[in-house]
T-cell receptor, first 114, second 112 residues
Framework: DQQVKQNSPSLSVQEGRISILNCDYT??????FLWYKKYPAEGPTFLISISSIKDKNEDGRFTVFLNKSAKHLSLHIVPSQPGDSAVYFCAASLSGGGADGLTFGKGTHLIIQP | DGGITQSPKYLFRKEGQNVTLSCEQNLNHDAMYWYRQDPGQGLRLIYYSQIVNDFQKGDIAEGYSVSREKKESFPLTVTSAQKNPTAFYLC???????????FGPGTRLLVL
């Protein structure tokens, strides 16, 4: 049973517009959430994270929003650029202090169109 | 240059053979992890280690074994008991105080 779900396998967005990637989770014990970006045949690259005590975290063009009551988080990319085309994974952590494994969603393939 | 290295990039396994995937990090991280990615799937945790000489099973540990004799190294052995070993294997590391994990470039394992 998937504890972290990314229900959109793919998303197509025009260059310059906002990309919104969504992630839902079922385990209320998750307390830290991360987004990774992955190109084919490469390892994932960490993008941005958020602790459950916050509802928003921003880093340049990337903003993550967390709605704990809905068990939902989203990644906003503004403006979208061609280099943003990749698979984006949402991940969650139970540990509250690090050093345990992450639980990943299946990923969303973001395609930025010129 | 700090980072995580995995070797080889591609690995071929014959039926009934054990193969070992290498993972090395020079980030001075205490914790290391192995994940497996299948096509169209997310990453699934195989094993992790929070400290030298100690490791724990993840969600899909059957058919795999690990060792952690040095802080910098966390090799993964895919044994003949793993019936579906073809996948992309990713190693990661982190401090024990942070959830953020940093990944290596991966090893693709193929069965001949």
């Amino acid at each position: 049973d998937q504890q972290v779900k990314q229900n959109s396998p793919s998303l197509s967005v025009q260059e310059g517009r906002i990309s919104i990637l969504n992630c839902d989770y079922t385990n209320s014990m998750f307390d830290y959430f991360l987004w990774y970006k992955k190109y084919p045949a490469e390892g994932p690259t960490f993008l941005i994270s958020i602790s459950s005590i916050k509802d928003k975290n921003e880093d340049g063009r990337f903003t993550v929003f967390l709605n704990k009551s809905a068990k939902h988080l989203s990644l906003h990319i503004v403006p979208s650029q061609p280099g943003d085309s990749a698979v984006y994974f949402c991940a969650a952590s139970l540990s509250g202090g690090g050093a345990d494994g992450l639980t990943f969603g299946k990923g969303t393939h973001l395609i930025i169109q010129p | 240059d700090g980072g995580i290295t995995q070797s080889p990039k591609y690995l071929f396994r014959k039926e009934g053979q054990n193969v070992t995937l290498s993972c090395e990090q020079n980030l001075n991280h205490d914790a290391m992890y192995w994940y497996r990615q299948d096509p169209g799937q997310g990453l699934r945790l195989i094993y992790y280690s929070q400290i030298v000489n100690d490791f724990q099973k993840g969600d899909i540990a059957e058919g795999y074994s690990v060792s952690r004799e040095k802080k910098e190294s966390f090799p993964l052995t895919v044994t003949s008991a793993q019936k579906n070993p073809t996948a992309f294997y990713l190693c990661a590391s982190s401090t024990t105080r942070q959830e953020t994990q940093y990944f290596g470039p991966g090893t693709r394992l193929l069965v001949l």
